[in-house]
């Protein structure tokens, strides 16, 4: 199992905070940003957003970092400065 959080913005977007998924067929982000996206519009909405930030472990991550059983996966929105 993944461990998927959201923050910020997005868990109000999604009305989630967090979620488990199987990793079986999940190898890297872009494979799980594509799971999200496929559960309906509001969801496919959100992943469309290449500005989106993902982090595995607490780690920042792009989409082709790989991931597997037991990994925790945070999306949020892109962070402004000024």
Known sequence: ???VV???ALREQLNCSELSLSSEN???I???KAELASKDDKWQQVFANSALLSAVNH???NSEQAIEAGDEVAFFPPVTGG
């Open 1 to 3: 199992m993944i461990k």
């Open 6 to 8: 959201f923050f910020a």
């Open 26 to 28: 999940l190898t890297t």
């Open 30 to 32: 872009a494979d799980l």
């Open 59 to 61: 780690d920042m991550v």
